[in-house]
């Protein structure tokens, strides 16, 4: 459907735990309450409003978390997702850990496609970032998507004097193996107010004097933001996604279901519908339509990160808990 600034709003990110197996610096402290069973949406009550959004257009459903994987039963819940009538495409966003013993499942579910975040090729700054050890299975889950055919693309967020050094090795993963590289600037949210990061215009001249032969690209190559490149006797593309710099909110597809039932129309501001309170109201399926409808249609006009006074409107929630 479109929203009331006549934009078609067809995807739609579910995060579906805000528990983590890692812990990002830049994404969520060490110690944060999870969300309690009570209050996370049964995977029944997601799977009833994505058919309902599903009627109103909304199409491709990304899957993440907190770490989607950690959540039991998302498997099955994927299958459920991906069989729904108006259901076009799934996929997952992971950190990777536990992704390798998933794979015969997402394969045979059908997946159209694994996003994984790595933002270091390097075990100890693995560990510096995500305060555990788990660098070889992620990298391992990352060959083995390759293996098992699955289309996937590596998010990295490249942050001042933590990664920064590793822009090319990370890039030459697109030239080594067939996947896209996609760096993510980093949001003022969270724990990720206290990084700098780096945008496009930053990082695309370093890569344009190791490679001037770069071509932007016009392919549709996700569901998002992403401005990709191609570089001659590479595999796979370089993408950049300037959430905060490269403000593309004029084109913004997507709404955002958190794991305890909000749907967010914006990522910047902390608001939006409470669908888990309706359901558990006894709301019927008509009245579910009409709050889901009623909130992609007052999507906000554009989100106002470059304003961050404390007592703004923006959310105050963890990454972990929206799901990026
Ligand atoms: N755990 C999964 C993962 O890491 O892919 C899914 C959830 S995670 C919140 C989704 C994405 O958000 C990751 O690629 C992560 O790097 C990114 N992210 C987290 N905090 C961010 C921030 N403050 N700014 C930009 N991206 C962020
Ligand atoms: Fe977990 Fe993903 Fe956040 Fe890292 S970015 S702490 S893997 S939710």
């Known amino acids: 459907m479109k929203d009331s600034h006549n934009r078609v ?29 009570d209050e996370i949406m049964r995977f029944e009550s997601i799977l009833r409003i994505c058919r309902l959004a599903g009627s109103l257009g909304i199409r491709k459903f990304k899957v993440t978390g907190g ?11 994927l ?3 991906k069989a729904l009538p108006d259901t076009e495409q799934v996929t997952l966003t992971t950190n990777g850990v536990l992704l390798k013993d998933c794979l015969p499942t997402l394969k045979e579910i059908g997946i159209d ?3 994984v975040s790595l933002d270091t090729l390097n075990p100890d700054t693995f560990f510096r970032i995500t305060r555990r050890p788990d660098f070889s299975q992620v990298i391992d889950s990352i ?6 055919g699955i289309r996937t693309k590596v998010n990295t967020v490249l942050l001042q004097g933590v990664n920064d050094g590793e822009f090319f090795d990370l890039v030459h993963l697109a030239r080594d193996y067939p996947l896209d590289v996609r760096f993510i600037e980093i949001m003022p949210i969270g724990c990720g107010r206290q990084y700098r990061g780096y945008n496009k215009d930053s990082l695309l001249p370093l890569l344009v004097s190791k490679y001037p032969d770069y071509e932007y690209s016009n392919e549709t190559r996700g569901n998002g933001p992403a401005v990709y490149i191609t570089i001659p006797g590479f595999q796979g593309y370089i993408g950049f996604i300037d959430a905060i710099h490269g403000k593309f909110c004029h ?12 749907l967010k129309p914006c990522l910047y501001y902390n ?17 579910l339509l009409s709050a889901i409808k009623n909130a992609i249609y007052h999507k906000p ?8 006074a404390l007592e703004g409107p923006e959310e105050l929630r963890k990454m972990s808990q929206i799901g990026g």
Not at 301 to 308: A, G, L, S, V
């Open 79 to 81: 299958k459920e997702l």
């Open 251 to 262: 084109q913004c597809n997507r709404v955002r279901l958190t794991s305890d039932g909000l």
């Open 113 to 115: 496609g694994v996003n």
């Open 271 to 287: 608001s939006g519908t409470n669908l888990k309170e309706l359901i558990r109201n006894q709301a019927d399926d008509e009245q």
């Open 67 to 77: 770490e989607p994987l950690v959540r039991k039963g998302c498997l099955p819940f």
């Open 9 to 37: 709003i067809d995807y739609i990110r579910i995060s579906i735990t805000d528990r983590c197996n890692l812990r990002c610096r830049y994404c969520m402290p060490e110690d944060i309450p999870s969300i309690s069973h």
């Open 301 to 308: 006009t554009e989100h106002q990160f470059f304003h961050t």
């Open 143 to 148: 060959l083995s998507c390759q293996a098992a």
